[in-house]
């Protein structure tokens, strides 16, 4: 059973992501650690775009940069990519979130997706569910599957079954996304489609990520 | 006019007690002006305004005001406040098709998609032509998640209002979402028609056809990213990067004959130069990152992933 474990820090950023383009959809990247076993560990994200998630020139100016970033600052690697639609509907990985997923997929085989599934969202802000997120990873057949949808692996092989948060506190997730949207801090987080618009703005969101220390007080995130 | 607003948004933010019509006033004009969208602030604001403030507008700008804040409350999802903002429009206006239009959108917030058709049908049948209600009906059907209609209704519409700008931006966006860039194409070069001289569609064309790529395309993206840098004044991240990466694809090679050629084979060591001044001046902790990246497309060994 191989395990992906997301650090709470790159969930809300997703969140924040959504939250400041509520009416867009959303893209990025997943970083963090493939492990003994395929284990996918997700320690960050990168926001990439929220208005030409079709066109190929942000995704791959985003991509090479965030990929330069890791080679040069070690420790992390790209293990994933995330996505959420601009409409309301079930959180499924769209056929462009898939070609996109793809791309992610032929540098790091151990790739998984995250889709932030907007009626969870809901469901999620009214604390009638847990996680909003949807897990999908590649069965053999070279397709993105929902984590845990294919049953046992045909070739009797590991699959990802959930996504685990780290420290397992969703209901802790929640009340500091409410936090962070209250005080407007997902105004403070940039993507990369907002970096190539105005330079100074930081995709790395490296005061963001400080920024949540002091509004989560007592938290170590 | 975006400090001002940045100015009023901070000085209402601060605001203890109730805000000052004035500033209440000054937000809500600028956010029309500016054509931002920032739903849940509107609302909120607006809502303030209404229920204290009312006497400090001119009838004009009441209703115009009613009719932003009802739009925005729409937007943020608050159905009871919206449902009756929307009524005292209907009862100020009762005859109107624009404030008839606004029970249409409710029932689309409330996701009743049927009833929503039902009214601008009728609304329709008064007036086949309204274009405000042909435009809800291609919101109403991208709402329900039918691209393909959307788009051929929106097609329609253009076919007799061609100036509408917006629509060709909605048609261009839809065409994106089901991946027939060829067709996006097509509606930014109405755009760059219509308005010449905006550098944000000639980049945004130039991003088509690069998708779509092949020898041609990567040529002419690349004179159209130029464009842009040229409107720009150089100061285009997305322009200097595409020219960077159109001529990592371009392997064909100018020969030094004039003016043109010469600025064809240096463009690209001008682009990098001016992407490492930016990125000195404005984001230096991302010179590391971006150095390598410029490096491997003016060698033009392939780039991105």
């Known amino acids: 059973m191989v395990a992906c474990i997301v650090d709470q820090v790159a969930l809300l950023k997703i969140l924040a992501h959504a939250a400041k383009f509520p009416s867009n959809s959303i893209n990025g990247v997943l970083l963090g650690n493939c492990t003994e076993g395929s284990n996918v560990e997700i320690h960050d994200v990168v926001p990439l775009c929220h208005s030409t998630l079709t066109l190929a020139p942000a995704l791959e100016i985003g991509l090479a940069q965030v990929e330069s970033y890791t080679h040069i600052a070690g420790g992390l690697k790209i293990v994933g990519y995330y996505q959420s639609d601009a409409r309301f509907g079930p959180g499924d990985l769209s056929p462009l979130g898939r070609k996109i997923a793809d791309k992610v997929f032929e540098h790091q085989s151990d790739a998984v997706v995250l889709v932030l599934d907007n009626k969870r969202l809901e469901q999620f802000c009214k604390a009638q ?67 190539l618009d105005d330079p100074a703005k930081d995709w790395l969101n490296r005061n963001f990520s400080a920024g949540l220390k002091f509004v989560l007080p007592g938290n170590a995130l | 006019m975006e400090i001002e607003l940045e100015e009023v948004e901070r000085q209402l933010r601060g605001a203890k007690g109730v805000p000052s019509a004035d500033k209440l006033i000054k937000y809500l004009r600028l956010m029309r002006d500016l054509h931002i969208r920032d739903s849940p602030t509107v609302a909120r604001y607006g809502n303030i305004l209404l229920r204290h403030y009312k006497n400090h507008l001119s009838e004009e700008e009441l209703w115009t005001v009613y009719e932003q804040v009802a739009i925005a409350a729409l937007d943020s999802h608050a159905l009871q406040f919206a449902a009756s903002v929307v009524a005292a429009i209907n009862r100020r206006f009762p005859e109107s098709v624009r404030a008839k239009r ?11 998609y049927n009833k929503a058709e039902g009214v601008y049908n009728d609304l329709l ?60 194409a097509f509606c930014y070069e109405e755009l760059l028609m219509h308005v010449p001289g905006n550098s944000s569609y000639f980049v945004r064309y130039a991003d088509v056809l690069y998708t779509i790529g092949g020898p041609t ?77 410029l490096a491997k497309l003016l060698s033009g060994h392939g780039h991105g992933l």
């Open chain 2, 217 to 293: 395309n990567y040529k002419t993206a690349r004179s159209y990213y130029a464009k842009a840098i040229e409107l720009t004044a150089g100061g285009s991240l997305r322009a200097l990067f595409g020219v960077l990466a159109c001529s990592a694809h371009i392997t064909d090679k100018v020969t030094l004959q004039d003016a043109r050629s010469r600025a064809q084979i240096e463009l690209p060591d001008v682009s990098t130069q001016a992407l490492l001044r930016i990125y000195k001046q404005h984001a230096p902790d991302k010179l590391p990152f971006v150095e390598p990246i």
């Open chain 2, 125 to 184: 049948t008064q007036d086949a032509a309204n274009e405000m209600i042909l435009k809800r009906m291609v919101a109403l059907e991208r709402s329900r998640g039918n691209l393909t209609t959307a788009i051929d209704a929106l097609r329609k519409y253009l076919d007799t209002f061609a100036n509408d700008k917006e629509g060709w931006e909605e048609l261009a966006e839809m065409y994106l979402e089901v991946q027939n860039y060829r067709q996006a």
């Open chain 1, 129 to 195: 569910v847990d996680n909003p997120f949807e897990l999908f990873n590649r069965d053999g057949a070279k397709a993105w599957k929902r984590a845990g949808s294919s049953g046992a692996a045909a070739d009797g092989g590991d699959t990802v079954t959930k996504l685990q948060l780290k420290g397992n506190d969703w209901k802790q997730l929640r009340e500091e996304f409410f936090t962070v949207f209250k005080q407007l801090k997902h105004r403070t987080l940039y993507d990369f489609e907002e970096h």
């Open chain 2, 102 to 112: 606004l029970q249409g959108m409710y029932y689309e917030a409330v996701g009743d």
